[in-house]
């Protein structure tokens, strides 16, 4: 394989590592560390939990600043003042005296770290690289192979020193990832002028005109993807929430309920491999179609089935699927608007992600207080799903003749 093509491997492979510790283990060391931090802080359950929640609304308000940046300050840049955030905001959570400051942490420091290190920048990174494999090498810069070290790894932590050890750690984590920050490379053209000396050419994305805000809001496209992919998202989070609770109301144990769940994990690492090769093969689009569709039948399945053997390979499928859709999204952005664009576009989806983010887990906590079961809530997933699948189609088909710069917008009607 040549130098072109290795280099673009090991920016996706950098990417994922990126993105594995500054979203997956900061928020997944933080459950580890949940009844501690209640504990030590003298604190409730609840008000110790928003954390995380904070970080995802920083995350998602943050993402149009970060598509914007990234398309002015060097990535490497950047990626610096991520990892100098999130290093920041463990050693406050290490040594916090007092819940607020955690919260003032994750909301200010961490959660702007995520957004930095996370789906914005891995998007824009894989995309300015990659033409063919795209599709593979999101899904590779998407893995969240962390997912299977960290619980275990955060658990041993927290019972040798507690806070301090855990996330003096993860302060530490953040700075070794400065060395791979070093290896980024903004763009192929440096390296692909060597490959051309080496006769060894690869295909890589061509040029795309920048568009602004208002260009990419003014496409009726923009639109309907995101806001399928918000459903996606949603629908996810709602699932991680409720879950628990969903498989013990059919009468299973709380503990055989939370090894269901431990199947999401482990579908959510396999999957990605399996529709990375979709993407390359038939396209983002149409496996969008394809995941929405599998994610309303999954929805219907999980309030059908009773027996706990059948629900480890829903729960699977479920992460199978849903653990593949920031790489479809990221692949679709591309493939519509082009790779000059998804750093903009990623920025500006994440952005309107968050209603879908926050508000499905309480319409399903909602429905089930108002009817004392998830029957309802269960069946409105699964339309609203497979609504998101029939706006996916209807994409696909209309985008059959070129990407969206190429086609008129409805936004465009009404100006």
């Known amino acids: 394989m040549g130098s072109t093509t290795g280099t673009a491997w090991k920016m996706a492979g950098i990417a994922s590592v990126l993105q594995n510790w500054g979203v997956v283990t900061s928020?997944?060391?933080?459950?580890?560390?949940?009844?501690?931090?209640?504990?030590?802080?003298?604190?409730?359950?609840?008000?110790?939990?928003?954390?995380?929640?904070?970080q995802l609304l920083a995350l998602g308000l943050m993402s149009p600043?970060?598509?914007i940046l990234l398309q002015r300050v060097p990535l490497r840049v950047l990626l610096v003042a991520g990892v100098a955030l999130g290093a920041a905001g463990s050693l406050v959570v290490a040594f916090a005296p007092h819940i607020y400051w955690v919260l003032a942490a994750?909301?200010?420091?961490?959660?702007?770290?995520?957004?930095?290190?996370?789906?914005?920048?891995?998007?824009?990174?894989?995309?300015?690289?990659?033409?063919?494999?795209?599709?593979?090498?999101?899904?590779?810069?998407?893995?969240p192979i962390f997912l299977l070290v960290v619980p275990p790894g955060a658990a041993w932590l927290i019972e040798a020193g507690g806070r301090p050890l855990l996330f003096?750690?993860?302060?530490?984590?953040?700075?070794?990832?400065?060395?791979?920050?070093?290896?980024?490379?903004e763009r192929p053209d440096a390296v692909a002028a060597l490959a051309v000396a080496a006769d060894d050419v690869v295909p890589m994305p061509q040029p795309s005109a920048i568009l602004t805000n208002g260009q990419l809001l003014a496409r009726w496209r923009f639109w309907?993807?995101?806001?399928?992919?918000?459903?996606?998202?949603?629908?996810?989070?709602?699932?991680?929430?409720?879950?628990?609770?969903?498989?013990?109301?059919?009468?299973?144990?709380?503990?055989?309920?939370?090894s269901v769940l431990s199947a999401y994990g482990l579908g959510t690492v396999l999957g990605v491999f399996v529709f990375g090769w979709l993407i390359d093969r038939i396209g983002a689009l149409p496996s969008l179609v394809l995941g929405g569709g599998i994610l309303a039948g999954?929805?219907?399945?999980?309030?059908?089935?009773?027996?706990?053997?059948?629900?480890?390979?829903?729960?699977?499928?479920?992460?199978a699927t849903m653990g593949s859709v920031?790489?479809?999204?990221?692949?679709?952005?591309?493939?519509?608007?082009?790779?000059?664009?998804?750093?903009?576009?990623?920025?500006?989806?994440?952005?309107?992600?968050?209603?879908?983010?926050?508000?499905?887990p309480y319409l399903l906590g909602k429905l089930h207080d108002m009817q004392h079961d998830y029957v309802m809530s269960l069946v409105i997933t699964a339309v609203l799903v497979a609504v998101a699948a029939a706006m996916f189609t209807i994409l696909a088909l209309a985008s059959r003749g070129g990407k969206d710069s190429d086609s008129h917008a409805l936004g465009a009607t009404l100006r």
């Open 65 to 67: 600043v970060v598509g």
């Open 106 to 143: 994750y909301a200010l420091l961490i959660g702007p770290s995520s957004c930095i290190l996370g789906p914005v920048t891995v998007a824009t990174l894989v995309s300015r690289w990659f033409d063919k494999d795209r599709g593979k090498a999101l899904s590779l810069a998407n893995v």
């Open 224 to 258: 309907v993807l995101n806001l399928g992919v918000g459903v996606l998202t949603g629908s996810g989070v709602a699932y991680t929430t409720h879950g628990y609770q969903i498989i013990a109301d059919k009468g299973i144990d709380l503990t055989l309920a939370a």
């Open 298 to 319: 999954l929805w219907i399945a999980f309030g059908l089935v009773l027996q706990l053997q059948p629900l480890y390979l829903i729960s699977g499928l479920f992460g």
């Open 326 to 360: 920031v790489a479809m999204h990221g692949a679709a952005i591309t493939e519509l608007f082009g790779p000059a664009n998804v750093s903009r576009a990623m920025g500006l989806a994440y952005f309107l992600k968050i209603p879908f983010l926050f508000g499905f």
């Open 27 to 54: 928020i997944v060391a933080y459950g580890a560390a949940l009844a501690t931090i209640e504990h030590d802080l003298a604190t409730t359950r609840a008000m110790a939990s928003i954390a995380t929640s904070l």
């Open 168 to 185: 003096g750690v993860l302060a530490a984590g953040y700075l070794l990832l400065l060395p791979l920050i070093a290896m980024v490379r």
